[in-house]
């Protein structure tokens, strides 16, 4: 059974970082595409970055480009996303997911989410 658990969320000040982690059990995230979404209160929710099995390649939305950072440790069998320089506006439950590509259409699994609020 495919289990997707992320953590590493909280409440921090503007300016502040986080690492957020996404774990597996059942799936591995170095063979499957893996991407960070948040979704805010009243709003749809958004892709922020996604990370290509095997190659590693990376990308990210415009508002993130520059401060998120996505990584994997294979050994663990984790991604990671580090949020740098975080606003106000960056708040919002994260979620990850996972398919074969970044490039496919379908997301196949989820995890749970963890908050982040960024508040001063």
């Known amino acids: 059974q495919v289990r997707l658990v992320e953590s590493g969320g909280g409440l921090v000040q503007p300016g502040d970082s986080l690492r957020l982690s996404c774990g597996a059990a059942?799936?591995?995230?170095?063979?499957?595409?893996v991407g960070w979404f948040r979704q805010a209160p009243g709003n749809e929710r958004e892709g922020v970055s996604c990370?290509?099995?095997?190659?590693?390649?990376?990308a990210y939305e415009n508002s993130v480009e520059g401060r998120f950072t996505i990584s994997r440790d294979n050994v663990k069998n984790t991604v990671y996303l580090l949020l740098n320089s975080l606003t106000p506006e960056d708040t919002a439950v994260y979620h990850c997911?996972?398919?074969?590509?970044?490039?496919?259409?379908?997301?196949?699994?989820w995890g749970q989410g963890t908050q982040v609020t960024v508040s001063s």
């Open positions: 990370m290509n099995p095997t190659d590693g390649t990376t």
């Open positions: 059942g799936i591995s995230l170095v063979e499957n595409a």
């Open positions: 997911a996972t398919k074969g590509r970044c490039s496919d259409y379908n997301w196949n699994y």
